[in-house]
């Protein structure tokens, strides 16, 4: 292992691990509290003020190893792929948005391990089923996986972790896709706008609502 910005940066790839060690790093801590990875107003703050000045990339990486880089903007994608509205969530830069909130000074070590412990579930199941990474495996196959763990309340009791992480990161990507530019374009947004005159609320909302502007 060594030392990156303060943080203990694994070299090996989390595909290295067993199914077996990716459980138990994965339930070295309670999963409720691990997988909070809502980011901060600060923390997102201080990503748009770094990203603003000089933009990461995935050859300066704080937190993530290399092959699982590969794997969180594959997922990411998947979870906000391109349209003809906008981008993807790697178009967005949402996997250098997770990069800098898993290595961000707010985010605990809990949070930390269960992403890394994550990323190396998603690969170790892949590997029992098709016998390979996820980012090798096909579309098919990958969606094959997801089908199983995104959605909770249809899921086995044995994907547990998986379903726990996949869930996290999907609400992770959404948050960071949504305060990105791009995002906010999708959202079409209309605040930070300047509005030479305000002629008031249109009289057809007014009527919706049951209120009127009083005279005077």
Known sequence: MRKVDGLKKVESPGSHLSRRETVKLLGMVPLGLALAW???PTQVERFLRMSLSTRPSALD??????????TVRLLADLIIPRDERSGSASDAGVPEFMDF???DQDTSA??????????AWTDAECGRRYGKR?????????IGLLDDIAWPARARP???HGVAFFNAFRDLTASGFWSSEMGVKDLRYQGNAVVPKWTGCPD???RKIGVRYQDG
């Open 101 to 103: 909130m898993m290595a």
């Open 204 to 206: 057809a909302a007014l």
């Open 158 to 160: 044995e994907m547990s």
């Open 61 to 70: 990486l704080r937190f993530f190893t290399s092959e699982e880089y590969q």
């Open 38 to 40: 809502t980011p901060s």
């Open 134 to 142: 996820f980012v090798d495996c096909s579309e098919r196959e990958r």
């Open 110 to 119: 809990e949070a930390r391990t269960a992403m890394r412990g994550g990323l």
